[in-house]
Nanobody, 125 residues
């Protein structure tokens, strides 16, 4: 069982920065990929970034590459999303997630997915 709790959202003006945090609990962090998604009002949930717990390999959506940075703190079991140069298009509820990865030969696939409840980010023009 994996539990995720996001924090760090708020209301800021365009150009500001925020750092979101996700506190994670679980039993098999070595097999986890942790990610950040967001969902704006009326839109589908959008992938932003992900990080492998073991090794720290990162992945980014083109829409946020260069502005957002995902990182982890292995000791504290935290994953962060540093968001810079925010604009009103970044307004959304931001969700942390975990994919439990299973390796079969050269293939790695998520077999279970968990979600936090989200933290709201509002960016004013």
């Amino acid at each position: 069982q994996v539990q995720l709790v996001e924090s760090g959202g708020g209301s800021v003006q365009a150009g500001a920065s925020l750092r979101l945090s996700c506190a994670a609990s679980g039993r098999s962090f070595s097999s986890y990929a942790l990610g950040w998604f967001r969902q704006a009002s009326g839109n589908k949930r959008e992938f932003l970034a992900a990080i492998r717990w073991t090794g720290g390999m990162t992945y980014y959506a083109d829409s946020v590459k260069g502005r957002f940075t995902i990182s982890r703190d292995n000791g504290k079991k935290l994953v962060y999303l540093q968001m810079n140069s925010l604009n009103p298009g970044d307004t959304a509820v931001y969700y942390c997630n975990v994919d439990v990865l299973t390796s079969t030969g050269d293939t790695e696939l998520p077999t279970k997915t968990y979600w936090g409840r989200g933290t709201r980010v509002t960016v004013f023009a």
